[in-house]
């Protein structure tokens, strides 16, 4: 190969090897990646020229789809109960609920090690107080393996556990000991560390102001209140809140005026970046946009110090190439697309900003660069951002820099802060001012974020969306010698794509959509330009996902009953911000024995406006394509204190002649009360032995049953009690769209049988 060829080989081949892994993520077999990787090294020896440049483009993309195939299928243990032992490696989340969400590095399951780390859950009436980073746990829990995305746009669970090497899960807490390791852990010991070192800013800055340094030096968000991440959010700066490029790039800056202060050597400051580096990312738990800033910030400083300057193009490619071989499950995390997204916007507009450098006023010279990269910078964030949140922040362009200066002092002051532990007058004395300027700024932050028509709800872009990107971008682009008119063509006509994109579409037809949520219920009814919500799932965003990325608003929540695995989703209804206008109970849902954190939500959101009715039998709800008729619980029959499963809502849709009998959670005792002949029988309780039992199937008489639950034993069980009729079932179908015509239905489940 030539110089030209040489050069201009690591962008494609980056490319090339991204490309890959999203195909290996979609493969099992290793036999065709294998052989092609080879093939391709041979045509690499043997070719020359252009032939060689593209056997190396093809070599490139074999090594990412064999890389793709290892790290997206991993060999795992039996699902099973299992004596688990690990350390704990993250700070414990606390659920509504009585939830515990916890991640344990070092494990072993029945005395045998596990690759990776373990994500365990369990509910509990107290928190336990002694489980804190860098403790040993000892229980026996159930091992399940994580399932993949199965509801249309939904969050892919397995993905997100593999981008933090978790593999497996575990529910449970049988036999639970906690106590000091036994033997060092080097992942322990730094999560015990940060877990102290946040203690420690929180008693010497307050709990507020803690709190904020401990997610900006140490990337502990959970200590943020979620109203405050919200504001953030809304005003396109929550990229604050996260350890990433511009955190590791003020650390490299401090470190490199310590360094010219010392005189060091070139070679010796080389290392002690990487030494440094290497420690902050272990000590922020070796998260992945630490580690990626990390090494493009080294990438930069190597060839710095040796004298080896390169193109911002060739430097992403690099870090870009170096990152997917490392850790190739990255390439579908939102984190990842948005830092390269964001630093191919940087590297992308640098030179147009650099045509500022002949303007005499250095002010205005500063401003205008900084304006220009900002905006090249969210420009190339677009697409993943809208693509994961379904928002456009308005006014980032305008809050984004002087944010980033405001914030780039406050993490100065955090890190003197840090420093000055070990000499506690300084410290306090150092304290009091560094608490009062978070203060300030929180204020400014939280009045900006209540600001209403801060961010503009899209749905999620398509196509068009990247069309229209790829036209802004060769719009600006440096290397083309383009008419000025051919530019404002491109620009004006990429704008008006990605505008027409994001707008929504009418709907017209009538859909049941029962979202897979494991052992819990969330199902949409869209009839038409209509939207009713029955029931929320657990507290997870699965729910509200669907919702946001078609920008729906529900015309009402109709909850079944108040348990967490059918109202827990009503949380992040509220956190994510989607109206609940009106809310639907059972009669004398409130009134059974529920947990009182549902008491609490459900104040709050009579608080925030949302009117609360009961349904009770007799009860008849229009609909644009029917109605929906309550057949349960009936009043008079109610009695307070009782397992709210008893009263569970049972409805009767008739959508376009065709009926589906909604069950909720009833119990067997109950379901005679409610037994209708229906065409779609959604079954109660997940279909537990108690529940459907075979006189009320036969009264129903269903043409098919839908089927929530988590085990495809627990649905092959239901199926065996069903005489034939087709179950449909979310372990075997993901989520399950019902869409209803004249007096005839259709059956769409998401994944393919």
Request: net charge neutral.
């Amino acid at each position: 190969m030539n110089a030209l060829q040489r050069g201009w080989l690591l962008p494609p081949a980056a490319l090339a090897l991204v490309a890959g892994v999203f195909i290996g993520r979609e493969t099992g077999s290793m036999l065709l990646p294998v052989a092609a990787c080879i093939l391709a090294v041979l045509a690499v020896l043997l070719l020359k020229e252009w032939l060689r440049f593209a056997a190396c483009i093809v070599f490139s993309l074999a090594l990412g789809v064999c890389a793709g195939c290892i790290a997206f299928h991993p060999a795992l243990p039996a699902e099973a109960d299992y004596m688990v032992r690990g350390i704990i490696s993250d700070e414990v989340a606390f659920g509504s609920f009585g939830q515990h969400r916890i991640y344990l590095s070092d494990v072993t399951l029945d005395d045998r090690p596990l690759s990776g780390g373990l994500y365990w859950t369990f509910y509990a009436d107290e928190q336990h107080a002694e489980l804190v980073p860098g403790m040993e746990v000892r229980f026996r829990a159930s091992l399940y393996h994580p399932r993949g995305a199965d509801n249309p746009d939904g969050y892919d669970f397995r993905e997100a556990l593999l981008q933090r090497g978790i593999t497996v899960c575990v529910y449970g807490c049988d036999s639970l000991s906690v106590r000091e390791p036994e033997s060092f852990s080097f992942t322990g010991s730094m999560a015990a560390l940060r877990h102290r070192l946040s203690s420690a800013l929180t008693e010497r800055l307050g709990e507020e102001a803690g709190g904020y340094a401990s997610a900006m030096l140490l990337g502990l968000r959970s200590l943020i209140p979620s109203e405050d991440r919200q504001a953030f959010s809304r005003l396109g700066i929550a990229h604050i809140l996260s350890v990433s490029g511009f955190h590791v790039g003020i650390l490299i800056a401090a470190m490199a005026a310590l360094f010219r202060l010392l005189r060091l050597r070139q070679g010796l400051r080389l290392c002690l970046y990487a030494v440094v580096l290497f420690l902050y990312a272990a000590l922020c738990g070796m998260s992945q946009p630490v580690i990626r800033a990390s090494l493009l910030l080294l990438l930069n400083q190597e060839g710095r110090i040796l004298n080896r300057p390169r193109s911002g193009l060739h430097l992403l490619s690099a870090a870009l190439s170096l990152m997917t071989l490392y850790s190739p499950v990255q390439v579908t995390s939102v984190s990842f697309q948005l830092t390269f997204g964001a630093m191919f916007g940087l590297v992308w507009f640098a030179p147009v900003a650099g045509r500022f450098r002949p303007f005499q006023n250095r002010i205005l010279r500063y401003i205008l660069e900084s304006l220009l990269l900002t905006f090249g910078i969210q420009l190339g964030m677009l697409l993943p951002e809208l693509a994961c949140f379904q928002r456009l922040p308005l006014l980032v362009f305008l809050i984004n820099l002087p944010a980033m200066l405001v914030s780039g002092l406050l993490i100065t002051l955090f890190w003197i802060t840090l420093l000055l532990f070990p000499i506690p007058v300084l410290s306090g004395l150092f304290a009091g001012p560094v608490s009062a300027a978070t203060g300030f700024l929180l204020s400014g932050i939280r009045r900006l974020g209540s600001l209403p028509g801060l961010t503009l709800w899209i749905h999620t872009p398509n196509v068009l969306t990247a069309a229209g990107l790829v036209l802004l971008f060769l719009g600006f682009c440096w290397f083309l010698r383009l008419h000025r008119g051919i530019r404002a063509l491109l620009l004006s006509f990429g704008t008006a794509v990605l505008v027409l994109s994001l707008l929504p579409l009418p709907h017209n037809t009538t859909e049941y959509i029962q979202l897979s949520a494991g052992n819990a219920d969330a199902a949409v009814l869209w009839d038409r330009d209509q939207v009713y919500v029955m029931d929320t799932g657990e507290e997870n965003s699965i729910l509200s996902s669907f919702l946001r990325a078609r920008r729906l608003t529900p015309d009402a929540v109709i909850l079944t009953h108040l348990h967490a695995d059918h109202a827990g989703g009503l949380r992040s209804l509220i956190d994510d911000e989607i109206p609940i206008r009106l809310l639907l109970l059972p009669a004398g849902a409130q009134d059974q024995d529920i947990h009182p954190d549902f008491l609490a939500l459900l104040q709050e959101l009579q608080r925030n406006g949302t009117e609360i009715r009961t349904l009770s039998r007799g009860d008849v709800l229009p609909l644009p394509s029917g109605s929906l008729s309550v057949l349960w619980p009936e009043n008079g029959k109610i009695r307070s204190g009782q397992n709210a499963n008893h009263y569970s809502l049972v409805s009767r849709l008739v959508l376009n002649g065709t009926s589906l009998l909604q069950t909720g959670d009833i119990t067997g005792i109950y379901e005679s009360y409610c037994a209708a002949p229906s065409d779609i029988l959604k079954a109660s309780h997940h279909g537990s032995a108690s529940s459907t039992g075979p006189d009320f199937l036969s009264a129903v008489s269903p043409e098919a049953v839908l089927l929530t639950c988590r085990s495809v034993s627990r649905l092959e069980d239901f199926r065996s009690r069903t005489g034939g009729i087709p179950v449909y079932g979310s372990p075997e179908c993901g989520a399950v769209t019902v869409r209803f015509e004249d007096s005839s239905f259709t059956v769409i489940p998401y994944l393919a049988p």
